[in-house]
């Protein structure tokens, strides 16, 4: 699914299926894939009975692969259409306007879906072999169209990916400290032109000022 198409059906009115992504997805982030049963997942998502839920999906294993796929589709999709600048879609010189536009609309994206870093570094934390290999299956691919498209970029990038996702899973923690909502449109603006900033330092290019803090 495309970056726009995903956009565009968040818009409509969630389905039994979206509903039930969403209250997973608020769920595994929140308590990890151990910590909550079906019949939460179930009665968050305003269903009837649990059945219902088993008819959209087989089991909790199900469940947890179609959160993380749901979630990281589009940020694929994102970085992969970064690196097309082409005239013919071909992989071309990274620009500093092309980073920073990829940056906001990844921004964009993680803020309308904050608890998707959350969960992503919940699994990572875990022990349970099964969370890993999912986890490795679905962001492997992420990984890999990160290095495809950074592959002619002059600097060290290797820290950039942490730099994006670590704020917003680490907002709990921010927020403790700092006394102050790490997502209130003041800090996310504040944060994005950090980002784009460091992240042309980090690929050794020269920032397009006219794009900082910009949002797509």
């Known amino acids: 699914m495309s970056p726009r198409a995903a956009t565009a059906r968040s818009r409509e009115a969630p389905s039994t299926r979206d ?33 219902s ?15 993380l ?21 071909e992989r071309g010189r990274l620009e500093p306007a092309e ?5 906001d609309r990844v921004l964009d994206y993680l803020e309308e879906h904050p608890h998707l870093p959350r969960l992503i570094q919940r699994a990572g934390l875990d022990d349970n072999r099964y969370l890993r290999s999912a ?30 996702f670590g704020y917003f899973a680490d907002a709990t923690l921010f927020e403790a400290v700092v006394q102050q909502d790490p997502r209130s ?12 900033t460091a992240v042309a330092q980090l690929l050794g290019l ?8 910009r949002r797509a």
């Open 19 to 51: 509903a039930i992504l969403d209250a997973a997805e608020r769920r595994f982030a929140d308590r990890g894939f151990a910590g909550v049963s079906m019949r939460e997942i179930a009665g968050e998502a305003g269903l009837k009975n649990q059945a």
């Open 53 to 67: 839920l088993y008819h959209h999906f087989r089991h909790k294993r199900a469940l947890y692969e179609a959160v």
């Open 69 to 89: 796929s749901r979630g990281i589709a589009p940020i694929i999709a994102l970085v992969a259409e970064s690196g097309k600048s082409g005239p013919g879609g």
């Open 99 to 103: 980073v920073q536009a990829v940056l």
């Open 135 to 164: 986890l490795g299956r679905h962001l492997g691919p992420l990984y890999a169209q990160g290095l495809s498209v950074l592959a002619g970029a002059p600097g060290p990038w290797e820290a950039s990916e942490h730099l994006i």
């Open 185 to 196: 449109p003041v800090a996310i603006a504040r944060q994005r032109h950090f980002l784009k």
């Open 206 to 213: 020269r920032p397009a000022r006219r794009l900082l803090g």
